[in-house]
């Protein structure tokens, strides 16, 4: 069942959507080469914990650690630990913030030092399809309004997307309804309210959208080990337009 939000619901994800984003923020400028990945927890938790706020992830579904830390190939749920970053590598930052009765949720794909053109290539598109994804995100449209844009803008770009792991709704709960795919499903049609409050989560792998799970039972990386970006965004539906909460 969807639980359609209203407007103090969203200014208090607003307020978690916040710290969501300083923490993201705080974690893309420590980003160089030779950083370990679980440096990127201790410093959320610092974050969080300094701002009387709970990493999201941390203990969800038995998810061991605050921040989801996805190198290269890895698409999401990766776990921070001493590997080392290398000049090259571009690495997903997957984070959500429970503060107050409210939870958020965004993540960033940012490059380590000088990246290859199409990593590069495979950021900008990432980031736009989900731009392209939360314009979408308006009264009266569909959720596969948004994934048929997502997907479509993916697919020009000789990209594919994600389809065994999507966005969703957000707020009352980490993951709620609605399903937000990353692709065309004819029939998800389900109407896009005012109060709807739902996470765009656009995955896209440089070649085949084909991923499996390893053997920690939850980092998710592709088939062929060819690259990963993942961006997402909290997002409120308005009768103003969507606004992003984080």
């Known amino acids: 069942m969807i639980s359609l939000k209203n407007k103090t619901d969203i200014e208090g994800i607003k307020k978690s959507g916040q710290i969501v984003r300083k923490v993201l923020n705080e974690l893309a400028e420590i980003t160089k080469p030779g950083i370990r990945t ?55 930052l997957d984070f959500g913030i429970y503060y107050n009765g409210y939870y958020a949720d965004a993540a960033i794909t940012v490059p380590v030092g000088k990246i290859s053109d199409n990593a590069s290539k495979l950021i900008e598109v990432t980031q736009q399809a989900l731009n392209i994804g939360i ?48 692709y065309y499903i004819e029939s998800n049609d ?22 499996k799970i390893k053997q920690n039972k939850w980092t998710v990386t592709t088939k062929d080990k060819k690259l990963s970006a993942h961006f997402e965004h909290t997002v409120a539906v308005t009768k103003e337009g969507p606004q992003i909460l984080t």
């Open 190 to 211: 389900v109407l896009i309210n005012e109060g709807l409050v739902i996470a765009i989560e656009p995955m896209i792998n440089e070649s085949s959208y084909k991923v």
């Open 38 to 92: 679980i440096e990127y927890d201790i410093k959320a938790e610092q974050i969080s914990s300094s701002l009387n706020a709970s990493p999201a992830f941390k203990g969800y579904g038995g998810f061991p650690y605050s921040v989801c830390v996805s190198v290269n190939e890895d698409v999401v749920h990766g776990f921070p630990s001493q590997r080392r970053l290398k000049e090259g590598d571009i690495v997903s």
């Open 135 to 182: 314009s979408k995100a308006v009264m009266g449209n569909k959720i596969n309004d948004i994934s048929k844009a997502v997907e479509e803008y993916a697919v020009t770009n000789k990209f594919s997307v994600v389809r065994d792991f999507v966005g969703h709704g957000v707020g009352f709960k980490l993951h709620e309804d609605p399903q937000v795919p990353n």
